[in-house]
């Protein structure tokens, strides 16, 4: 076909879907006449109202929940109302008319949100994308499938909707006769099947499609980027969190600067997956990842001390002795290079990375600037640059950055997850022989 044109186990009560949007339904009508048009709408006491253009290009959000601190509360909030950005409270040049919303949790902020701004919920996906006619009405969606009350399959796996999400707003463009930007929030699924079909849909209906963490594109201490070109040999992220979970974002964290290589990505051609000792093990009878390991444990800010101290003599015997059943991801590319993504729960909090030159000393590091509320911060800023850079792929029809990464780390991440499942073995991906080039632009937020 031618292209178009263009889990917890808590027991929180849940609304029905559709008790909770048929109670907005007899409101809608007069919301929007108490909220009026775009250049009225009410916005936080502390930021001015805006004029925005009559012409701005709409966009449509799909969201399992909107809750405090949920990444849908995030995004919405930040379309919505706006964002600090370089010194200035920055209003996204585009509209957020419709939300979908799959479930409704105590503490909900859904309904909040649509009597502040002229935004409605629709009961169904492909109403949101209509706007309740017949036809796509939107010039882009966002898919926010992140938290809310889902079943896990038996790896452990949460099954957000993501894919279902997705094959929705799809239909809408197939039954309409165009397509429009999409973004996906994290990885596209939990099967490869699914993600790849995710990816080759877009490719079919010939719309831009980014996905992905905030990782790549939040701040780095140092502010460094891998130089495009690279002779990159090896990279290590350190990080923290739990299988299926952070695992993705730490990935991300690597293949943001493995893919600047040299020949760009090649490609995955094994996974395998280890927990407490043998990955230790694995690390220690490499001596290369062993210091690279050390080098990205020294860009962390909260590698825990011994007792009296406020900082630790960076050692493997001391992060093993923090984290005994740390788990470790180690990818084998097609080209030869090396990534190893290590999860440091009890020795860490934070995101860092070290990668190593070939034939030279020289090491590249720094820290992916992750401060998450509401522990260290009262904002999470790291969202603004991934919003930002959905308005640029709205505003130009060009994803900034290849939706083939986000692909390969939702498989390092998958395989990563069957790995362990299967009993830490080592996987062959020839699936993931998915060669691609990163454009030479960085995407990273400078402050």
Request: with cysteine; net charge neutral.
């Amino acid at each position: 076909m031618s292209p178009l044109t263009n889990g917890s186990g808590s027991e929180t009560p849940y609304w029905s879907r559709r008790t909770f949007v048929s109670s907005l339904t007899s409101a809608a009508s007069a919301l929007s006449v108490a909220v009026g048009p775009p250049s009225t709408r009410r916005v936080l006491a502390s930021t001015p109202t805006v004029r925005r253009p009559s012409e701005t290009k709409k966009i449509a959000l799909i969201a399992t929940e909107v809750r405090q601190y949920s990444h849908a509360q995030h995004f919405i909030d930040r379309f919505l109302e706006g964002y600090g950005w370089h010194g200035e409270h920055h209003y996204p040049p585009m509209e957020l008319v419709s939300l979908y919303v799959d479930q409704f949790p105590d503490g909900d902020l859904s309904q909040d949100r649509t009597q502040r701004h002229p935004v409605r919920i629709f009961p169904t996906i492909a109403e949101a994308c209509t706007l309740g006619g017949n036809k796509l009405a939107v010039d882009a969606v966002v898919i926010i499938g992140e938290h809310g009350q889902y079943p896990n399959n038996r790896k452990g796996q949460k099954r957000y909707p993501r894919y279902s999400f997705f094959k929705e707003v799809v239909e809408v463009f197939e039954d309409s006769g165009r397509a429009v930007p999409v973004f996906n929030d994290k990885h596209l699924s939990t099967r490869w099947s699914e993600s790849a079909e995710m990816v080759a849909d877009s490719q079919r209906l010939g719309f831009p499609f980014l996905a992905g963490s905030s990782l790549p594109v939040t701040w780095r201490i140092p502010s460094v980027e891998m130089p495009w070109g690279t002779p990159l040999e090896e990279s290590v992220c350190v990080c923290y969190g739990g299988v299926d979970s952070y695992d993705f974002h730490g990935l991300e964290t690597a293949q943001c600067m493995s893919e600047r290589r040299a020949g760009g990505e090649s490609g995955i051609r094994a996974v395998q997956a280890l927990r407490g000792a043998p990955m230790w093990d694995r690390i220690r009878d490499n001596r290369q990842t062993s210091q690279l390991v050390l080098n990205a444990l020294s860009r962390s800010h909260t590698v825990k001390a011994p007792s009296g101290f406020t900082f630790p003599v960076i050692s493997l015997s001391w992060a093993e002795k923090m984290s005994p059943e740390a788990v470790g991801y180690f990818i084998e590319h097609t080209d030869g290079m090396r990534t190893n993504m290590l999860m440091l729960n009890g020795l860490l909090s934070d995101f860092n990375y070290a990668g190593k030159v070939k034939n030279s000393d020289r090491i590249i590091s720094c820290q992916m600037y992750l401060p998450m509320p509401p522990r260290y911060t009262t904002l999470a800023n790291f969202f603004s640059p991934l919003v930002n850079n959905i308005e640029k792929m709205i505003l130009s029809n060009l994803a900034p950055y290849p939706i083939e990464r986000t692909l390969l780390t939702t498989g390092m991440t998958l395989f990563g997850v069957e790995s362990l499942y299967r009993g830490q073995v080592r996987l062959e991906t020839p699936e993931m022989n998915i060669p691609y080039v990163t454009p030479r632009t960085s995407t990273y937020w400078r402050a």
